[in-house]
């Protein structure tokens, strides 16, 4: 069962410098201490489901600059809709994914993808 979103602020993810953890995702990919407090937070475990299920795509698994590292943002918009968009650079999207209900709490935020964790910026 998922917590109800708390407040949150992008002060309390940048907080996070570095890991002492690394939880294990059931799809094969690895994730922080940040990205933990801020799923457990924000109530958005789901945004690391969608992170690790975009990486069997061949869209991504077949790109050698994803390969590297891929930068993931997602966007809340007004109407609570949204959008997550994997980058290999800023503005080069790789591939985007129309969120069409979110109760995130955050207008956006960053998140990393590098040999296989997702990691805040911060953690970076």
Same mark, same amino acid.
Request: glycine share 4%; aromatic share 12%.
């Given at each position: 069962?998922?917590? #109800?979103?708390?407040?949150?602020?992008? %002060?309390?993810?940048?907080?996070?410098?570095?890991?002492?953890? $690394?939880?294990?995702? #059931?799809?094969? @990919?690895?994730?922080?201490?940040? @990205?933990?407090?801020?799923? =457990?937070? %924000?109530?958005? $475990?789901?945004? /690391?489901?969608? /992170?690790?299920?975009?990486? /069997?795509?061949?869209?991504?698994?077949?790109?050698?600059?994803?390969?590297? /590292?891929?930068?993931?943002?997602?966007? @809340?918009?007004?109407?609570? #809709?949204?959008?997550? @968009?994997? =980058?290999?650079? =800023?503005?080069?999207?790789?591939?985007?994914?129309?969120?069409?209900?979110?109760?995130?709490?955050?207008?956006?935020?960053?998140? $990393?993808?590098?040999?296989?964790?997702?990691?805040?910026? #911060? =953690? $970076?």
């Amino acid at each position: 069962m998922t917590q #109800s979103p708390q407040p949150l602020t992008e %002060a309390d993810l940048a907080q996070f410098t570095g890991t002492s953890t $690394y939880y294990q995702h #059931s799809l094969g @990919v690895q994730y922080t201490d940040g @990205v933990h407090y801020l799923a =457990e937070r %924000a109530g958005a $475990y789901w945004l /690391i489901d969608a /992170i690790a299920s975009w990486q /069997i795509d061949p869209r991504v698994h077949r790109d050698p600059m994803l390969q590297q /590292i891929q930068f993931w943002k997602l966007v @809340v918009n007004d109407d609570r #809709s949204a959008l997550l @968009v994997c =980058e290999r650079d =800023e503005g080069d999207v790789a591939v985007s994914q129309e969120i069409p209900f979110t109760d995130f709490p955050l207008k956006q935020v960053r998140l $990393y993808f590098q040999n296989g964790v997702v990691l805040l910026p #911060s =953690e $970076y």
